[in-house]
């Protein structure tokens, strides 16, 4: 019995259940702490440290759902594409991935025995969760991990992205469908180590139009969320253009995750169209930043104007930014808690216990 697998699936629930992207992360002093002494590679290597934050997150912010400790990148590895983290710039790939040659030297059917790890790290978590609420597995969309292999590092352009989209078809599709491989392959033994529910972050897609979206992404999607099935429901989450929502919809997920820059319910009144889903979202994380007050209100006003329907799941837009205070953040799932009974009076009051 889960609020928050129930929301995903459209049910009722007595509550609105809320959880935040990165709720475990350097915005937290305990986390910093940790990092002080490891490396971010070798936290994410180590399934008790793995646990120990993201069920700190859980016991910290009284979320509905904790998430695995991870990255997006790891799966990059077993692909045979090198990386690390770097100090002060991010993600940096040792050797970028720009032509029909370099897609050859990809690995085809990766090894999951080099990302055991997470699945450690998952079922490590799992009994330390000890059912408190469910975990949520996660990975990156194949166009999110394509534009690191090929940019190299984070973009703001996808210059390099875009040239091998637009300019050979043949070996963009062939790195995309790689990555879908690896990516129902590692998706799929999350499912089997314990993952309850799963998010795909699409993080980067939204410098595509329309067009482009269907053209060279939504078939690889459509492929993933397929061979994932009905097993556990998937949100599937991507930011920056809201006109891609409709084509991500068609492509797939149980849930589909909503950024800041759309109206939640208008949004979600468009996807309907095409029959029930769930959304998840979509606070500003800049409201963290702001005043206490001006944060509360609008996820106040947020859940008067969603005024109960079933399927929503608050969350940020995006994920909670480093400079945002543990307290404010706590402030906001208790704010949710509270007011999605208190606006939805048709609902019997069950809020969950305060930690
Ligand atoms: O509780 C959680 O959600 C934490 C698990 C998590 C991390 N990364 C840990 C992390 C998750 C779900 C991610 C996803 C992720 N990683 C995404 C998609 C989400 C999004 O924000 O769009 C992306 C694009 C990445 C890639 C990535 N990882 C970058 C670009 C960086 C460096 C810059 C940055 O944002 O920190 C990371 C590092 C990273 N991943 C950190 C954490 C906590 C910070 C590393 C540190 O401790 O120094």
Request: glycine share 8%.
């Amino acid at each position: 019995m889960s609020v928050f697998l129930d929301a995903c699936r459209g049910e009722p629930t007595s509550f609105t259940p809320v959880w935040i992207m990165r709720q475990a992360g350097r915005y937290q002093p305990e986390y910093r702490a940790i990092r002080e002494k490891v490396g971010f590679m070798e936290l994410c290597r180590s399934p008790a440290l793995c646990s120990e934050v993201a069920v700190r997150a859980v016991e910290q912010l009284n979320v509905d759902a904790a998430i695995v400790f991870s990255d997006i990148l790891v799966v990059l590895e077993p692909l045979g594409v090198g990386f690390e983290f770097t100090k002060d710039d991010g993600p940096r790939i040792a050797q970028p991935v720009r032509t029909a040659k370099d897609v050859d030297r990809v690995v085809s059917e990766i090894e999951l025995g080099a990302l055991s790890y997470v699945m450690d790290a998952i079922r490590t978590t799992k009994k330390d969760l000890a059912g408190r609420v469910p975990l949520i597995g996660f990975a990156g969309a194949p166009f999110t991990l394509a534009s690191y292999i090929i940019e190299g590092g984070s973009s703001r352009e996808y210059h390099n992205t875009k040239s091998l989209m637009f300019s050979d078809a043949g070996a963009w599709n062939a790195l995309m469908r790689k990555i879908s491989d690896a990516l129902i392959r590692y998706l799929n033994a999350q499912i089997d180590a314990g993952a309850e529910c799963l998010q795909i972050f699409d993080s980067w897609v939204g410098a595509l139009g329309p067009s482009d979206y269907v053209r060279y992404v939504q078939p690889h999607m459509q492929r993933i969320f397929g061979a994932l099935g009905d097993r556990v429901p998937v949100i599937h989450f991507g930011t920056g253009n809201p006109a891609l929502l409709p084509y991500m919809r068609r492509a797939g997920g149980h849930v589909i995750g909503l950024d800041h820059r759309c109206d939640l319910v208008e949004t979600w009144n468009l996807l309907e169209k095409d029959g029930p889903i769930a959304v998840q979202g979509n606070l500003d994380p800049v409201l963290l930043l702001s005043s206490r007050k001006a944060l509360l209100d609008r996820a106040e006003q947020l859940l008067e104007d969603v005024a109960g329907r079933r399927g929503h799941i608050f969350n940020l837009g995006h994920g909670v930014l480093p400079a945002a205070k543990p307290d404010d953040v706590r402030a906001l799932v208790d704010r949710v808690h509270e007011a999605s009974v208190r606006t939805s009076p048709a609902r019997p009051s069950l809020l969950p216990t305060k930690a």
